[in-house]
């Protein structure tokens, strides 16, 4: 049993390379760090800067979540715009 566990664990295992190099396109998609001047940023960094970006870009739906709401209330519900409000906010 355990030898197969562990053959299982070793077939899904990443390899460095495949870390490295999934940490360089997150490096990429992160403004925060795809602005700076230097290139070299710890993949701990990286990480981080993802975790809060993630958290930036919830906060930023749910505002405008919020926005897409409160304008839907101030628009006629059968108009053209309702519609196109309800859909955003789906």
Do not use: F, W
Not at 59 to 86: C, K, M, Q, W
């Amino acid at each position: 049993m355990s030898s197969r566990r562990s053959r299982q664990s070793g077939s899904s295992r990443i390899s460095d390379d495949q870390i490295i190099e999934l940490v360089s396109k997150l490096q990429q998609l992160l403004p925060e760090i795809r602005n700076r001047r230097s290139d070299k940023v710890s993949a701990s960094k990286v990480l981080q800067e993802t975790c809060n970006y993630i958290r930036s870009l919830h906060r930023e739906v749910d505002d405008l979540s919020e926005r897409l709401s409160r304008l839907l209330a101030t628009v006629d519900a059968d108009s053209p715009e309702a519609a196109i409000i309800r859909s955003l906010i789906m």
